[in-house]
């Protein structure tokens, strides 16, 4: 993370003796990424975090890849996955794959169960409703807009908490999501052509303690997935500090970048991954060039293909394709996109775009999960022939 945090109970000096009000030492646990050579915090525990008692394999929900074969574009209708009795773990729908990344959406009325995944950040992304994360950290409460970033092996629990199920597209990395370099100085300050900053991210407040006894956790890691059985909870933390933590930055707060001409997408940048990138469509002036046409041009990304969840506004360039509020469209490469018919025109004078949207770029092909394929529209690939086929 960027910057630092401390919340809860910690003592002036780290590694050092912290004891509890019987006398007993607090059990210390460095959390950290990269070995000891990068961010990391420092929690402090009740009992031992290394506590378990017992350990078998769990089996996950079923998920298969298909390759993009035919090659073409797709377009998913994620609420046609709807499914009442879903927690946003467990439930997750995976849509598209590949070795670097998985992209899935749940629509979630219940909580998860405790869970960590071992293999890499997630990214989380909130279309509507709400839930708190709560984790060895604390609590941290996301609306409608919100990206959560959760890093890997964080032991967490996703609540639902108002009135209507929460929908979640979710992102689970191979490694860490963070803010791009190119944000940052070398401290790891945002620089002041960042379209987000400090200011901007939400991080957990008061720490959570929960007691009980044998308490199980579900652990995804690269090797497939455990229940581990912990002899005490692992929400027993009064303090931690650090630059590593689960942490929160709304959509709104993005500050589009916008020029004489169209801009190119990565002005839109808003995390990096590895071997992709998460950007953010947001509401925005547009071209004021007196002759530009404000719609993207017709672009083949020879490196990459382009996922895009549309969740809010108007996208004035996918008029007529049947896109809608929580479609997600993928654009391979190896395939020319661009505006659909007579978007560009109609684009010309136009001076702001309310469009509310998440892209994910990928540098490896992405693969078709069940979920994508029981969702797709089959007509998408020919709205830019005009042909029904």
Not at 189 to 195: A, R, Y
Request: net charge negative; glycine share 8%.
């Amino acid at each position: 993370m960027p910057y630092y945090r401390s919340v809860g109970e910690v003592p002036r000096k780290r590694h050092t003796q912290f004891r509890q009000p019987d006398g007993s030492l607090y059990a210390e646990e460095l959390m950290g990424q990269e070995g000891f050579s990068s961010d990391s915090s420092l929690l402090y525990h009740r009992a031992m975090p290394t506590a378990i008692v017992a350990a078998e394999e769990f089996d996950p929900p079923a998920c298969t890849r298909t390759p993009n074969r035919p090659l073409k574009p797709r377009h998913l209708r994620t609420h046609k996955l709807d499914t009442p009795g879903a927690d946003p773990v467990l439930g997750r729908a995976h849509l598209l794959a590949n070795d670097d990344v998985r992209i899935s959406y749940v629509t979630a009325d219940r909580p998860s169960p405790l869970y960590r995944n071992a293999v890499g950040d997630e990214c989380l992304y909130v279309e509507s409703g709400t839930m708190r994360v709560e984790s060895t950290f604390g609590v941290l409460d996301a609306a409608a807009g919100d990206y959560v970033i959760i890093p890997t092996s964080v032991i967490h629990r996703l609540v639902p908490t108002g009135a209507e199920p929460v929908r979640v597209l979710a992102i689970e990395a191979t490694g860490h999501i963070g803010p791009p370099k190119r944000y940052l100085s070398v401290r790891g300050q945002f620089l002041e052509n960042s379209p987000y900053c400090e200011r901007d991210i939400r991080g957990p407040l008061s720490p959570i303690v929960e007691d009980g006894t044998d308490v199980e956790v579900l652990v995804q890691h690269r090797r497939g997935w455990t229940r581990h059985v912990y002899a005490n909870h692992p929400f027993d933390v009064v303090g931690w500090d650090g630059h590593l933590y689960p942490w929160a930055f709304s959509i709104h707060d993005f500050e589009p970048i916008t020029g004489r001409v169209h801009q190119p997408p990565p002005v839109h940048q808003t995390f990096q991954g590895p071997n992709f990138v998460i950007c953010s469509f947001v509401p925005r002036k547009v071209d004021y060039h007196p002759l530009s046409i404000p719609v993207p041009y017709n672009h083949h990304n020879v490196d990459s293909d382009e996922l895009l969840f549309y969740t809010g506004g108007n996208y004035e360039a996918r008029r007529g394709s049947g896109i809608e509020q929580g479609s997600m469209s993928l654009h391979p490469s190896g395939f020319t996109h661009g505006p659909q018919p007579g978007a560009a025109e109609r684009s010309i004078g136009i001076d702001y775009f309310d469009e509310l949207a998440v892209m994910v770029d990928t540098f490896r092909p992405l693969d078709l999960c069940d979920a994508a394929l029981s969702c797709e529209d089959t007509g998408y690939a020919w709205t830019w022939s005009g042909r029904t086929i």
